[in-house]
């Protein structure tokens, strides 16, 4: 059999590789790395964890990455989202999620990739959105575009963790492949993290990940550093 002769297509194949769904697309668009909320400036701390020795290896990475999906920051991200997808209004879901922001830096991240998010989104698809902190701003965007939330939260945290990847292997020896291998490892939890918020409302958010806030209050004083959070 010739490996590079094309493989026939059927309408049945079609229909199972071509989406089916335009707005999957947007979706796709808004987590992508290349959509301009500067989420490649930031390290969610992860460059003070890696500094003090904390994530040495692609072991340590993946696990400390689980515990913020799972206890940390990723959950309530999840939270907040689905509570903005579910408000008319989403300015006391800002509020209640910018309260559990564990630090400064943490708050300006947020603060600031939400108000980029904000700015695009209103001038490519029409929105009138406020400044709001990223899953706020996510949220509250996929409900005026009319996206599936189930979608929105799984792409989202999987968008968050792509992300602290993408850093760690700026940061230290772990390469494309193993961060990637890290990446892939996550999905499952990624797509968990999702199920397990379904329902939940914002009384429900909690940070466990202490470690993880920790080091993004150390980040304050970091020096030298590449990333702004």
Request: charged share 20%; aromatic share 8%; glycine share 8%.
């Amino acid at each position: 059999m010739d490996m590079g002769a094309p493989i026939p297509t059927t309408t049945a194949t079609r229909r199972m590789i071509m989406p089916t769904d335009p707005r999957l697309l947007t979706l796709v668009q808004w987590l992508s790395p290349a959509f301009p909320i500067g989420a490649f400036a930031y390290s969610h701390g992860l460059e003070s964890a890696i500094a003090a020795g904390w994530v040495a290896d692609a072991e340590g990475l993946e696990s400390w990455l689980r515990d913020c999906l799972e206890e940390g920051s990723g959950r309530s991200d999840a939270i907040f989202l689905r509570a903005a997808f579910d408000a008319g209004d989403p300015g006391e879901v800002n509020a209640t999620a910018r309260s559990f922001a564990m630090s400064a830096e943490r708050l300006r991240e947020a603060e600031r990739q939400g108000a980029a998010f904000v700015l695009t989104a209103n001038g490519v698809w029409g929105f009138d959105m406020p400044p709001l902190l990223l899953p706020v701003a996510v949220g509250h965007g996929a409900r005026l575009a009319g996206l599936d939330v189930e979608d929105t939260v799984a792409l989202y945290l999987h968008a968050f963790m792509s992300n602290l990847v993408s850093a760690a292997i700026r940061l230290m020896p772990l390469g494309q492949t193993a961060g990637q291998r890290v990446l892939h490892n996550l999905h499952a939890t990624c797509l968990a993290v999702a199920d397990e918020t379904r329902g939940a409302v914002p009384e429900n958010a909690y940070g466990a990940a202490f470690l993880s806030d920790v080091s993004a209050m150390k980040h304050e004083t970091l020096e030298p550093r590449l990333f702004q959070s």
